[in-house]
């Protein structure tokens, strides 16, 4: 038996594969990078459900995860990113301004944090709004609007004997009236 060199069969070029993998990684860390750029993210917190982000930094996830997005790149203009709770932005530069949600109301009413403008009908009768609470949402803002044109009383109340600028309520009764309310942590001020 003549005895030979053995030359096991390997297939494709193994070295050409490799290279293959390596440009993929290449291009993949590429598009990573473009993404870390002016990166948006939001974490979740804690049980709150509080959520902050971070301009051009990452979030780390917490028990909600990561939310996170380019908003002038790869997923397009005007991309939106939502989070409920407290949502803080820091080192965010906007040329657009700050859009809050706008509600009406009618009746007596609970504000809630997603709310920012409320304007407020009193043409059928005088009824109250209600903040909800300071506490643990220190620069919380809201601007309620007495947008009706008559004299009823509009009022404005703290939750749970919280104190608006030392008073449990404050009244609109000026058509086209409006009051800023901040809150500073465990009351609210008038702005």
Do not use: C
């Not at 993998?21 to 473009?34: H, N, T």
């Not at 947008?147 to 608006?164: F, R, Y």
């Not at 309520?169 to 800023?180: A, D, K, N, R």
């Amino acid at each position: 038996m003549a005895v030979g060199r053995f030359r096991p069969h390997r297939g494709p070029d193994v070295a050409a594969q490799i290279r293959h993998i390596e440009m993929a990684l290449d291009e993949l860390s590429a598009q990573v990078a473009k993404l870390n750029g002016p990166l948006l993210a939001a974490r979740n917190t804690g049980n709150a459900g509080a959520a902050q982000a971070a301009g051009g930094g990452s979030g780390s996830s917490g028990s909600g995860g990561v939310l996170a997005g380019d908003v002038t790149g790869p997923l397009g203009s005007n991309t939106a990113v939502q989070a409920s709770g407290d949502f803080s932005v820091f080192g965010v530069t906007t040329t657009e301004g700050f859009r809050g949600a706008v509600v009406t109301k009618t009746a007596n009413y609970t504000l809630v944090y997603t709310d920012y403008a409320v304007d407020a009908d009193t043409t059928s009768g005088g009824f109250t709004l209600t903040l909800p609470t300071a506490v643990g949402h220190a620069g919380q803002e809201f601007v309620i609007k007495k947008g009706s044109g008559d004299l009823n009383l509009l009022t404005v109340a703290g939750t749970g004997g919280e104190l608006i600028d030392g008073s449990a309520t404050v009244t609109i009764l000026m058509p086209e009236s409006s009051l800023g309310f901040r809150s500073t942590g465990a009351a609210w001020a008038i702005f």
